[in-house]
């Protein structure tokens, strides 16, 4: 049997909500679901890494698998939502809704203007890129409320956004930066960037090609691109399990390895010219609230809990520093940190 037949005949078992919020993608809670079985950036046959994930976060009813490419390695959740039920997940659970003037927002607000944020990310890690001084036209993709731009901008850029949520949108305008709402295909370039920032934003990305491509269109010729993302590698994953908190269905799509982040820019006419390791406090004391509290279809609110956050951040960069800096430095980081100049012609894979 060939390998497309024994893919067709592949089929997997699939806990599928009754009603994934709202979305009516299934009616039983348990069904058979053919599997499409295909990488979404190279259409190499996929098998399962993992299984039997859920939403540790916002208790998103569900179960998901992830899938390796057999072809080009990469990881990617199954079943991938559709653009509808993640446009839906997104505004239910997700965005910026306006969310002002609670203990929690405000405390969080203060603290990112404030110069403690600066001492903690020179403590603990810099996976924003917020310590990069340059100067130029630098692009937040997925800015939000625009608290990172103004990071940028104090950094010397002249940073602008695009975000596709309008509530956060409005208000990174309100404080007097320019942002765009739409698809990045419909993003209308007068002048090109010398930088496009993508911090944790290409996992979440239906299709990680597209994104990159339309990044180089938007960038000088040797301009760059700034891409933190999760690392699929990280020396916690097998330690937390099903709740290493960078799992993070149904949001996160696609799950790099060091490897097959550079194959991907490399793919789409970039040359990787920096990658660093990185293991935040913060993303080890998510993953351990997700170990000791999260339930399956109920929101963990301990994530949201500041003083426990901050107890346990601090814990875990007191205690596991040596752990966390040995990690990076064999290539097992938590989150990798990645620097890359748009190249010549994007290759063709063969
Ligand atoms: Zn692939």
């Not at 239910?92 to 609670?102: A, H, I």
């Not at 799509?253 to 970039?270: D, K, M, Q, Y």
């Not at 875990?316 to 064999?330: D, S």
């Amino acid at each position: 049997m060939g390998e497309d037949a024994a893919m067709a005949a592949r089929q997997f078992e699939v806990d599928v909500s009754e009603d994934l919020l709202g979305c009516k993608i299934s009616s039983p809670a348990r069904r058979t679901m053919a599997a499409p079985a295909r990488c979404r950036t190279c259409q190499g046959v996929t098998e399962a890494s993992v299984n039997r994930l859920f939403d540790t976060r916002f208790g998103i009813p569900g179960r998901f698998e992830v899938q390796r490419c057999r072809q080009c390695g990469l990881e990617q959740i199954f079943p991938v939502p559709t653009p509808a039920q993640l446009k839906e997940l997104y505004e239910r659970f997700y965005n910026f809704g306006g969310e002002r003037g609670t203990v929690y927002t405000t405390l969080r607000e203060w603290f990112f203007c404030s110069p403690l944020y600066r001492l903690w990310i020179l403590l603990d890690e810099d996976i924003s890129f917020h310590t990069r001084q340059g100067q130029g036209r630098l692009l937040d993709i997925g800015c939000n409320e625009g608290r990172t731009l103004k990071n940028y901008a104090r950094n010397g850029f002249q940073a602008e956004g695009a975000e596709l949520n309008e509530t956060a949108a409005a208000v990174a305008r309100s404080a007097g930066f320019t942002v765009f709402t739409g698809p990045l295909d419909d993003f209308i370039l007068v002048t090109p960037f010398d930088v496009v920032v993508l911090s944790n934003v290409l996992e979440h990305a239906l299709d990680p090609k597209a994104m990159l491509m339309s990044v180089r269109r938007l960038l000088k010729p040797e301009g760059q691109v700034w891409i933190s993302c999760p690392n699929s590698e990280s020396w916690l994953r097998p330690v937390f399990g099903l709740s290493w908190i960078n799992w993070h269905v149904p949001f996160h799509i696609s799950h790099f390895s060091a490897n097959t982040l550079r194959s991907l820019l490399e793919e789409c006419g970039f040359t990787l010219r920096e990658t660093r390791q990185m293991t935040p406090a913060l993303w080890v004391a998510h993953s351990l609230v997700a170990r000791l509290f999260a339930e399956e279809g109920k929101p963990t609110r301990q994530l949201r809990n500041p003083l426990l956050m901050f107890a346990l951040v601090g814990l875990c960069r007191a205690l596991l520093f040596p752990a966390l800096a040995l990690g990076n430095r064999w290539g097992r980081g938590d989150c990798l940190a990645v620097v890359a100049t748009r190249g010549g012609d994007p290759a063709v894979r063969g």
